[in-house]
């Protein structure tokens, strides 16, 4: 991408992270009880960092493993604004690993995948010491987190798609997600008809274009762009989480569409007033967004027995 989009780019990423920072205090953790691990290193880069939330308490003999994966719109974003979800997910009995990873324009598609296998892979390596059961695994994440969620679950059904991603993934034949929840996901560069601000900011940072790639349809319609063209019926079930009110609903729209062509099982809860907007719902903003986020505990409860 040319200089001026990189460091435009960087100025809006930072001052969206920065709005979130602002927003962390008034959604604290509340970690009591648990085992808290904030920041720990997973690679080399100062932005392979996660965090970890678990009960110590739970009477599971093998805890399931909740990946989560912030959104940002793949320029920004920040792990501690969703802690109180991941501590939440932890008091039902889970291993949650908030993930971060190296957004856009420092690095482009996919190397954040293979930031996130990178992490996947590190708290797998442990699976024996830490007491943690691989056979249930739910990979969760919001808008663009949603994005590499989905794009994650699809990669474990179709392995070809590690070599074709450049993902270095030590793990491939053994890995397998059982569960994936969905909220308010942006699922490519069908997001740019949603007419949001920054959207084409977005594209070119996140896929590394220039403004007159949006012009070629060879490069608009790049297969390996969305995730949602490689979903097949063997997609692990999935909680979908909608917002009557998100800004990129069309990307939500799009996955619906895709799991019910492929009668992929999925449950789906459209969230109203507040929690309505586009990835609030992770916040415990108001009795929807709380609803909404008992209704994924449950479908997944049901999913981790099936």
Known sequence: MKKFDYYYVKAVGNMLSATEYLLKAFVPTKSRGLVKQLNVSYGD????????????NSNTEKRPIFFYIHGGGFISG????RRRYCTLMAR???YVVNVGYRLAPETHFPNQLNDVFKAIEWVLN???ELGLDDKKIVIAGESAGAYFASYIAAITKDKSLYAQNNIDFQLKNEFEVKATVLINGAYGIE???SKVPFCKSYMKAFFDLKNEDFKKEEILKKKIFSPLNYIKNDF???VVIRGKYDIFDIGTKSLLETLDN????????TTKGIAGLHAFSIIPISKDAVSAQYFTIKKLEKYLQE
């Open 92 to 94: 039902q009995g889970y």
């Open 78 to 81: 920040t792990r501690e604004l």
């Open 236 to 238: 692990p079930q999935t």
């Open 262 to 269: 492929e009668k992929v099982k999925y449950s789906l809860y």
């Open 45 to 56: 880069n100062k932005s392979h960092k996660l965090d970890i939330f678990y009960d110590p």
């Open 126 to 128: 442990k699976k024996e």
């Open 191 to 193: 997001i740019l008809k």
